[in-house]
T-cell receptor
Framework: AQSVTQLGSHVSVSEGALVLLRCNYS??????LFWYVQYPNQGLQLLLK??????LVKGINGFEAEFKKSETSFHLTKPSAHMSDAAEYFC?????????????FGKGTTLSVSS | DSGVTQTPKHLITATGQRVTLRCSPR?????VYWYQQSLDQGLQFLIQ???????AKGNILERFSAQQFPDLHSELNLSSLELGDSALYFC???????????FGPGTRLTVT
């Protein structure tokens, strides 16, 4: 079984500050991990993904995440927040094809950015 | 724009009614997934189709059903609607990399 826990339902930062959104996962198979972003009244957009290989993955809009197997974590970071980053962020896990590819989502973290 | 389209964008209906939500996947994608997003349950996987066949089921109620047609578009049928079925319903499609899913804009269903 797989599950995702996002620590903090709401994170507030100032423009230019570091963004850190936390995600821990549980998986009985090697996980595939994802971060999606949802802007108001829109669908989900894939920010970045980890499948295999390099544990530090870079995504769109300057975001990156690091897969840490020993800590079962996949935290999302961005060095300098921009007002346009304000949105809801979802961490998700799935298995490889043979284990099922449906995404299991965390409950989401709303990011607020103040000027 | 993900290339996944969903219609209608909004749907308002009464309890006990039946509705059909439609999804067209990205060109060439064979997999279609349906998800429900609600305030109390969050984002939940409902069902997956691959090239016309049901591939996986999640937390889908018996009152809900889906199918994928030969042209690969999919429909999610919701019947005997209850107030608690009010939610955003997303469709996602995937190609060869089945884990990389692209989401449509969603259908917001309001049951009154």
């Amino acid at each position: 079984a797989q599950s995702v826990t996002q620590l903090g339902s709401h994170v507030s930062v100032s423009e230019g500050a570091l963004v850190l959104l936390r995600c821990n996962y549980s998986s009985s198979v090697p996980p595939y991990l994802f971060w999606y972003v949802q802007y108001p009244n829109q669908g989900l957009q894939l920010l970045l993904k980890y499948t295999t290989g390099a544990t530090l993955v870079k995504g769109i809009n300057g975001f990156e995440a690091e897969f840490k197997k020993s800590e079962t974590s996949f935290h999302l970071t961005k060095p300098s927040a921009h007002m346009s980053d304000a949105a809801e962020y979802f961490c998700a896990v799935s298995g490889a094809n043979q284990a099922g590819t449906a995404l299991i989502f965390g409950k989401g973290t709303t990011l607020s950015v103040s000027s | 724009d993900s290339g996944v389209t969903q219609t209608p964008k909004h749907l308002i209906t009464a309890t006990g009614q039946r509705v059909t939500l439609r999804c067209s996947p990205r060109s060439g994608d064979l997999s279609v997934y349906w998800y429900q997003q609600s305030l109390d349950q969050g984002l939940q996987f409902l069902i997956q189709y691959y090239n016309g066949e049901e591939r996986a089921k999640g937390n889908i109620l018996e009152r809900f059903s889906a199918q994928q047609f030969p042209d690969l578009h999919s429909e999610l049928n919701l019947s005997s609607l209850e107030l608690g079925d009010s939610a955003l319903y997303f469709c996602a499609s995937a190609g060869q990399a089945a884990y990389e899913q692209y989401f449509g804009p969603g259908t917001r269903l309001t049951v009154t």
